[in-house]
């Protein structure tokens, strides 16, 4: 038995990277005796320099995309307003600088082919949703993958944008390919 959410409760915490700065003083022990050390203040490592570790692309894409959580669908959407499974796609690698095609059927011969086992953070998930056809008409972002847990962010027609799981069987049976382009 399966149950899932059309509302993602998960809460997505964003923050601006700083240097790390300490500030080095004099320092008396308790006998009397001072260490003079010159007041300067160190730059221990710019966090600009290793945010993109921490902060990984895939993650800012996946962050940017849970903004538009709850979206209805619209048909051509890209905005706030409203929005569509490929137009989710677009707009939030188009701010990464990464620019896809408009449709899903075009995204899915972008990057490269990856089995479903190996997904990760940022993977595009592509889907037949008609009935009785197997050509790719939805797509979505991977935002969890481990060990055949696997759910995706997308905006579904009657629900907006929400997040699903690969264990539900619609999906699993809608399911086409994978496809890596970050």
């Not at 990464?96 to 089995?115: C, M, Q, W, Y």
């Not at 037949?128 to 969890?144: C, K, L, P, Y």
């Amino acid at each position: 038995m399966t149950l899932s959410s059309c509302k993602s409760s998960q809460n997505i915490a964003t923050f601006k990277p700083e240097s790390l700065k300490i500030d080095l003083k004099p320092v008396t022990l308790s006998t009397n005796f001072t260490i003079p050390i010159a007041p300067k203040t160190i730059d221990l490592f710019p966090l600009e320099d290793i945010s993109s570790t921490i902060y990984s692309r895939a993650d800012r894409i996946i962050d940017y995309a849970f903004a538009f959580d709850g979206v209805r669908y619209k048909r051509g959407g890209t905005t706030k307003e409203g929005m569509d499974c490929s137009g989710l796609v677009v707009t939030t690698f188009d701010r990464e600088n990464i620019s896809l095609p408009r449709v899903s059927r075009d995204i899915a011969r972008t990057g490269d082919k990856v089995d479903i086992k190996e997904v990760g953070k940022g993977d595009l998930l592509f889907f037949a949703t008609r009935r009785n056809s197997r050509t790719i008409s939805h797509v979505g972002i991977v935002t969890t993958a481990r060990d055949g847990f696997v759910e995706f962010i997308h905006a579904s027609t009657s629900n907006g944008v929400i997040v699903s799981n690969m264990a539900e069987k619609y999906w699993y049976f809608a399911f086409i390919e994978a496809r890596r382009v970050i």
